[in-house]
């Protein structure tokens, strides 16, 4: 398991196979180069990468396809088939990263993985299941004889990733209830999550986010207020510190800032309701205000 903080999502390698390792999802691009030399340090010399496979297509688990892929020697690529299509023609506004305003790099993918096909490595059977919420065509793997589970965004150890169909006025909330019952239904006995370390308390984790979806489903609007302040520490995750002027430029050119703000906060002014979301990051210790300049702790 590669964990590199929560720019890049985790990559999990499998290895143990003559034909190469396996990776799955890849992380944020700005990454790349540090992902590919822990992933050649845990391949060790001469160690081949032969498929990386990646959960869904938001930038943090698909940034570093391109680089590995060529890195490996065009190593195929396989991606959930909600989606296929669109990388296949590199649509960015079906793949959300116009959307969102983040970066990836242009992959090729090879082909589709499809829920109910297994995936085979080193002699276990890693079933591929379709685990829509987080992402309408998110996938999950698990290997029942390890009890192991790569649940990318659908569950972590308190909560689960933003609901992004929630976002722009469709259903998503009971699509997230839904994944979450199939993953009470697996035998698991670890989990690795699309962000944070790895865990064992299954029944905790899918406690809390049953906790928190409920919450969400009676409140949406502070669904779409965290989601919002989590596109804006993701970019300063990125950027590392930018000017008022800058982050205002380009959340200019993210159209789900102004989306977001459309659904529940069109009472204030939208660069009124944008400060007042800074204002509460910068106060929780999640940013620094410092004049003109907006920057990570």
Not at 30 to 44: M, N, P, S
Not at 144 to 170: M, N, Q
Not at 259 to 281: D, I, K, S, V, Y
Request: charged share 25%; net charge negative.
């Amino acid at each position: 398991m590669l964990e590199r903080g929560w720019l890049s999502s985790n990559s999990l390698l499998l290895q143990g196979d003559p034909r190469g390792a396996v990776l799955v999802d890849s992380g944020y691009c700005t990454h790349k180069e540090q992902t590919l030399a822990l992933l050649r340090e845990a391949l060790g010399p001469g160690g081949a990468l032969r498929l990386i496979v990646n959960t869904h297509l938001h930038s943090d688990h698909c940034g570093g396809n391109a680089h590995l892929a060529a890195a490996f020697g065009n190593c195929p690529i396989w991606i959930p088939p909600g989606h296929f299509e669109a990388a296949r023609d590199w649509d960015e506004a079906q793949l959300s990263y116009r959307l969102t305003g983040q970066r990836c790099e242009r992959f090729a993918p090879t082909r589709a993985l499809n829920p109910g096909e297994t995936l085979e490595q080193a002699g276990r059977r890693w079933k591929v299941l379709a685990a829509p919420g987080h992402d309408p065509h998110s996938l999950i793997l698990f290997e029942p004889e390890s009890g192991v589970l790569v649940s990318a965004d659908a569950l972590w150890e308190h909560g689960f990733g933003i609901v992004f169909p929630e976002l722009e006025g469709e259903t998503g909330f009971h699509e997230v209830e839904r994944t979450l019952d199939l993953i009470e239904t697996l035998p698991v006995r670890v989990v690795v999550p699309g962000h944070g370390s790895a865990f064992t308390d299954v029944q905790a984790a899918l406690a809390e986010a049953r906790s928190r979806l409920d919450f969400f489903r009676r409140n949406p609007e502070r669904h779409t207020r965290h989601a919002a302040k989590a596109l804006l520490v993701y970019h300063l995750l990125e950027l590392g510190r930018c000017s008022r002027a800058e982050l205002n430029d380009w959340l200019e050119q993210t159209p789900i800032h102004r989306t977001m703000w459309a659904r529940h906060f069109a009472n204030l002014p939208l660069q009124e309701w944008t400060e007042t979301l800074l204002g509460e990051l910068a106060r929780g210790g999640t940013l620094k205000l410092e004049g003109d300049t907006i920057s990570r702790p």
